[in-house]
């Protein structure tokens, strides 16, 4: 299994608080892991710390040899990262077709000053650009929204959107923050597919932040427990089912066996 | 309709207006030329269309920064002021007298870059952190101009500066028009632009989709304050005095007001607001200290309605680059789930 992102000994303090302690997580390429536990457990801040957003207050981050800590979100959106959001984040003001577009931007080889005066690469990339947002909106069935307003859409393609605002950016490695939030059983099964389908059709890693058991189980290969900032098992969904710790944090008592 | 006919198709109605656009502005240009050359035009009504024109440059560069980027600059005075001092010190101390009007364009860019400099040193700063900053800094420097200026022998000190011949001219204003139009509008419609629109958005989100937020918002301040300089110019050398109060905080909301009337992120926005707002400040003119009145509660009521301003957000299509108006036009029923 070749590592694609590896993290070391991470740990990160909110003002004296610990939200993440010495956290390792190896991903290998290609691979579909999870990561689960209560709220508050950490989970989503160690996607800000993958990120960016938030730079760890002690180890280190790789991702295919680069490492990560200290450098600004863009650039690490730029080296093949990209990520949904627990609350969807999208441009809600612009067009559908514009919030992909934008995942463009580091991509885009030609500046501004060629843009002022359409030289360069401008008009050849800027087509380029259209028609790579048009096929993964294609390829998502959001094609038939495209001049449409992204607040306009109902509540489960604006997170299909979401994804494929992040696709658009070429990652590598895609971290869905809990996609399924907010979804009925039905769509949670769509989603389950879809996932499925996008990581095999983009060469996708993938690591994901789920509730909804269901999802966690069928669709990752891997699955990490965090509990107050600290990862409690590993393993295999199977294996994490019958976890005793995991049992005690989901359940209070371990049931008598 | 098969994908390359419906193609033809939105093509040929996107074309609309597209070809029309510079023959239009060329036209104009010649009757500006017209209107200069042959007096065509009361000298007072003249006067006034190039206030709205001026008017026009700095609503539009303010709209970068306030409209399209969703920041709060309130200083916008203070570049304009820049801009004012140099293009005329320059025609009036440095250039000989009778060089002044060939060097007029020159001076002009001078002091849009003079002003575009200063932009800088107050962008990189300001931008560091985030939200109320950059209207807090904006406001401090607007009154650091006022007070460097009152300050400075050379420039006049409180009793302003004076001297400039009457260079701006209707042709010289309605070229300086389109091209911050133009420079605008093409900056927006690419990728530097579609940043600019993100920050405005989400910035967090803008900047985990890879846009380079930093420097995306420092060059639109920039170019912002390059515009303001070139207003700036125009202005001196039209009312041919200028003192450190024409540029005060009354003179920045006044821009505000043409931003937030007119309609934020958009170029139609910007010409309508500040023709309408300079041409209800003439109309009222007779109300004298009233107007004063008048004016901010036109804001309120307006911040209440329509808050984004009359055309809020949209955009006249002719100003809309072909494959962007193509994208607008894309099928908006075909290909939809159930």
């Known amino acids: 299994m070749m590592p694609i992102l590896q993290l070391v000994d991470i740990t990160h303090n909110f003002d004296g608080i610990t939200a993440v302690a010495d956290f390792n997580l190896l991903l290998g390429q290609n691979e579909l892991a999870g990561i689960i536990g209560p709220n508050g457990a950490g989970k989503t801040t160690v996607f800000n710390l993958i990120t960016g957003v938030y730079r760890a207050t002690a180890g280190s981050i790789s991702f295919a040899g680069t490492e990560l800590v200290g450098q600004a979100p863009d650039r690490i959106a730029a080296l093949g990262i990209a990520r949904t959001f627990q609350n969807i984040r999208l441009f809600k003001e612009l067009t559908v077709l514009d919030n992909v577009r934008i995942a463009h931007y580091s991509k885009v080889q030609y500046n501004p000053l060629e843009a002022l005066f359409r030289l360069g690469g401008f008009h050849a990339e800027e087509e380029a650009v259209l028609e790579h947002s048009l096929e993964l909106l294609a390829l998502l069935k959001l094609d038939g929204y495209a001049a449409e307003t992204a607040k306009n859409l109902p509540y489960g393609l604006q997170r299909r959107l979401e994804i494929a605002r992040a696709l658009a950016t070429r990652p590598q490695l895609l971290l869905l923050d809990e996609p399924a939030a907010g979804m009925n059983p039905q769509e949670v099964a769509r989603l389950l597919e879809f996932i499925l389908w996008m990581h095999k059709e983009f060469n996708l890693t993938i690591l994901l932040i789920e509730h909804q058991m269901h999802l966690v189980m069928n669709v990752c290969e891997r699955l990490l427990v965090l509990d107050f900032g600290e990862m409690i098992a590993e393993g295999t969904p199977q294996e994490i089912q019958k976890n005793r710790r995991v049992l005690e944090v989901y359940l209070g008592e371990a049931p008598a066996s | ?338």
Do not use: C
């Not at chain 2, 300089?229 to 540029?247: C, D, E, K, S, V």
């Not at chain 2, 804001?299 to 301003?309: A, C, E, F, Q």
């Open chain 2, 1 to 338: 309709m098969g994908r390359n006919q419906e193609r033809e198709h939105r093509t040929k109605q996107g074309l609309a207006g597209h070809r029309l656009l510079p023959v239009l502005l060329a036209g104009l240009f010649i009757v500006s030329l017209a209107i200069d050359r042959f007096e065509l035009l009361d000298p007072y009504v003249q006067l006034i269309v190039m206030y709205i024109g001026i008017n026009i440059i700095l609503t539009v560069s303010l709209n970068l920064v306030n409209g399209y980027m969703g920041e709060f600059s309130v200083g916008h005075a203070g570049f304009m002021a820049v801009g004012a001092y140099t293009a005329s010190f320059l025609t009036v101390k440095v250039l000989p007298v009778h060089l002044a009007a060939w060097f007029f364009p020159l001076a002009v860019i001078a002091g849009g870059l003079a002003a575009a400099a200063i932009g800088l040193l107050v962008a990189v700063p300001s931008f560091k952190t985030r939200g109320d900053y950059l209207a807090i800094v904006t406001l401090a420097f607007g009154m650091i101009v006022k007070s460097a200026v009152e300050n400075i022998d050379a420039l006049g000190g409180p009793r302003g500066f004076l001297g400039m011949e009457k260079l701006t001219s209707l042709p010289w204003v309605f070229f300086w028009v389109v091209f911050s139009l133009w420079v605008i509008r093409n900056l927006i419609y690419s990728n530097f632009g579609r940043g600019v629109l993100s920050i405005r958005e989400d910035e967090a989100a803008s900047a985990l989709m890879s846009v380079n937020t930093k420097q995306v918002k420092v060059l639109a301040f920039a170019v912002s304050s390059f515009f303001a300089g070139i207003a700036g110019g125009l202005f001196a050398h039209l009312l041919q005095f200028i003192n450190p109060r024409t540029f005060d905080i009354i003179k920045s909301t006044d821009i505000l007001i043409m931003v937030y009337l007119g309609g934020i992120g958009s170029l139609a926005g910007s010409i309508l607001g500040a023709t309408v707002y300079t041409v209800i400040l003439e109309v009222l003119r007779p109300l004298g200290v009233w107007r004063m009145v008048f004016m901010p509660l036109l804001l309120v009521i307006l911040m209440l309605y329509r808050p984004k301003g009359i055309t809020g957000l949209r955009e006249f299509p002719w100003f809309i680059p072909f494959r962007d108006r193509l994208a607008g036009t894309l099928s908006r029923e075909e290909g939809r789930e159930p």
